[in-house]
């Protein structure tokens, strides 16, 4: 007690004078039944859990709730006081690795890093915290200011600000990726072929508790004492504590712009990858490919780590987040349910806040494992969903028999590509899209491959044809093309000097706000003035032509003629037979009516024209 009172006093005396507005108490205490944890995880945040001993964090509520419980407690030295931490107010000085940056050069790092590779790199300012930091996020990737298809990877760490050895890992890794690129094969493949998303520090609030100048005083919690590490809504919805704070809004609102398929959140004070779920002993439908690939970063962790490095929660370095201890209203279990992504927790250091210079050790063990882990994301498999026009589907990707709603994937709907990451096997994905009949693929997945697979929907006849003479034709469409648009229709035609209809005109010698004729219609006729003949060639599916009916006005109308073969006249144009008075196609009256012809029809009242199939 004598001991518990001393170290309560030293604990208090450690906190800074500006910003004590709440306590954070860091403290040990022995379970007698490992299932005590189940409760406890709703009343304090649990840190670690080593055999029957539970290191775990409290601010002044969670405290006051704990210390009901009667647990014989041992207040623990506060993790940042343990060690030297040098500050450093240089960016270059920082690029030593072996000092910790003040705020103002981490966001100024941040910010060089945009500007020294612009065509690799952006900041992208996720939010701002309870305290007004900003939460700052790289975007690593070659053409990085344009969306490619190409899968969307997010790194982020230091949720708990004083969990500070990721963050310095992940600022090493993006000025690594950055300057050796170009040089180095595999760095260079990994910045070309993935979309990376990189956020050091996710709780500044935390780290620069005692002030932008230094990382002494830094905290778990953010600023109003709150762990964000048990702040996301659970996969029912429900909130594990009070409000959602601004920091996991704003990584919640990221997130859900974003479709990240892989990715890694680093923590410490443990060395462990803990992989889903952390919140239920139900094992996630994609364990085997989880265990496997925490492996692949633990076991590089460990053959370039000292004796015993990545091995104190498990002796292969990785474990199931519920078996080591389960908690509620983590980020790892939200990404992965809300977002079916495949995020792992990685803790990469014992030592909450090791001394600065020893962060160039840090990196050595881990960065093989970095990027052995990254390298993960290129495999697996890498679908696209298309229409039969090559426009990219909003899609669900499903395995029977495997899947669970949190584990089947979307594809991203700007390019319709998907990621798929899978143990080797042959699997069949069940692709659905609304509109469609659902497709099953069967896919062999090879360890250390991309399976690349392209799954149309729906199939186009043949397209249609259409002659155009040397000057002025009639012409109309019978297909569903994929655009509409003039230009795009017309697109590679050369000789064309003018379509119109009665109303509006399109000519490519023209200035484009002449061009008034944007789009073309299946229901209209147009003329099209050609200096020269040509074939234009329309892809799309036929159109129903029973089921388009096409509404005429009283006298002249330049109508299309949608049937897929020619008819009589009278034949085709039996549903307006009351009210016909002349049919007219280039100055004479046709006998037949053809596909890729428009028509020029006359009626006595306004009425609908509906051919025949
Ligand atoms: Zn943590």
Redesign the pocket.
């Known amino acids: 007690m004598k001991q518990l009172l001393i170290l309560t006093i030293l604990v208090l005396l450690s906190l800074p004078l500006v910003a004590g507005e709440w306590t954070q108490y860091y403290f040990r205490f022995e379970l007698l039944d490992k299932s005590e944890l189940q409760n406890l995880t709703r009343i304090v945040s649990i ?1 670690n859990v080593k055999g029957n001993w539970v290191y775990a964090y409290a601010n002044d509520s969670e405290w006051a709730e704990f210390r009901k419980l009667g647990y014989n407690t041992q207040i623990l030295p506060d993790p940042a006081s343990l060690y030297p931490h040098k500050t450093n107010g240089s960016v270059n000085e920082v690029k030593a690795w072996d000092s910790y940056p003040t705020y103002d050069a981490y966001v100024s790092m941040m910010n060089g890093f945009a500007s020294d590779y612009p065509g690799l790199c952006q900041i992208i300012n996720v939010g701002t915290t309870a305290n007004g930091r900003a939460i700052l996020v790289a975007k690593i990737s070659d053409n990085v200011a344009t969306e490619e298809k190409e899968p969307e990877v997010l790194l982020t760490s230091t ?2 600000g004083d ?1 500070t050895t990721g963050w310095m890992l992940m600022l090493r890794l993006i000025d690594t990726l950055l300057s050796q690129y170009g040089t180095d094969p595999r760095l260079t493949n990994i910045v070309n072929s993935m979309e990376l998303y990189i956020g050091p520090n996710t709780n500044p609030d935390g780290t620069y508790y005692g002030g932008n100048n230094t990382v002494s005083n830094a905290r ?1 919690y953010n600023a109003n004492g709150v762990d964000l ?1 048990r702040n996301y809504p659970n996969y029912d919805g429900s909130l594990n504590q009070g409000a959602i704070q601004p920091e996991t809004q704003a990584m919640m609102d990221f997130a859900n712009a974003h479709s990240f398929v892989f990715g890694a959140n680093y ?3 443990a060395e462990v990858v803990n992989y889903p779920w952390d919140y239920t002993y139900t094992r996630h439908p994609d364990d085997a490919w989880f265990l496997s690939s925490s492996l692949v970063y633990a076991s590089n962790a460990q053959a370039n780590g000292p004796s015993g490095y990545f091995t104190g929660i498990s002796s292969n370095g990785v474990t199931n987040g519920a078996d080591w201890y389960s908690i509620a209203g983590g980020r790892q279990d939200w990404m992965n349910y809300t977002r079916n992504g495949r995020e792992v927790t990685i ?1 990469c250091s014992n030592t909450k806040m090791p001394a600065a210079s020893t962060m160039p050790n840090y990196w050595n063990y881990n960065y093989e494992a970095m990027l052995s882990y990254l390298e993960l994301a290129l495999d697996g498999v890498h679908g696209t969903v298309v229409d039969a026009w090559g426009n990219p589907l909003a899609a669900t990707i499903s395995i029977s028999g495997h899947d669970n709603t949190y584990s089947m994937v979307e594809t991203d709907a700007t390019h319709g590509d998907f990621y798929r990451y899978l143990q080797p096997g042959t699997y069949t994905l069940t692709v659905t899209t609304p509109g469609y009949d659902p497709q099953n693929v069967q896919v062999t997945v090879t360890a250390g491959q991309m399976t690349p697979i392209t799954v149309v929907f729906g199939e186009i006849d043949q397209p249609q044809e259409i002659s155009l003479n040397a000057g002025w034709n009639l012409i109309s469409l019978n297909v569903v093309p994929a655009s509409y648009a003039t230009e795009d229709i017309f697109q590679g035609i050369s000789g064309l000097i003018q379509i119109k209809n009665a109303a509006y005109s399109h000519m490519p010698s023209m200035a484009a706000h002449f061009n008034t004729l944007g789009n073309l219609a299946v229901n209209e006729g147009y003329w099209v003035n050609m200096s020269a003949p040509a074939t234009l060639s329309v892809d799309g599916n036929p159109v129903d032509a029973s089921a388009t009916p096409i509404s005429l006005k009283a006298g002249w109308n330049l109508v299309s003629y949608l049937p897929a073969t020619a008819k009589a006249t009278a034949t085709a144009l039996a549903s307006i037979s009351p009210y016909l008075q002349q049919v007219d196609y280039l100055g004479s009256s046709p006998a037949t009516m053809e596909p890729g012809k428009g028509y020029w029809v006359k009626v006595s009242q306004a009425c609908t024209l509906t051919y025949p199939e």
């Open positions: 840190d949720m708990h969990e778990r590490n923590h410490g004070g803790e």
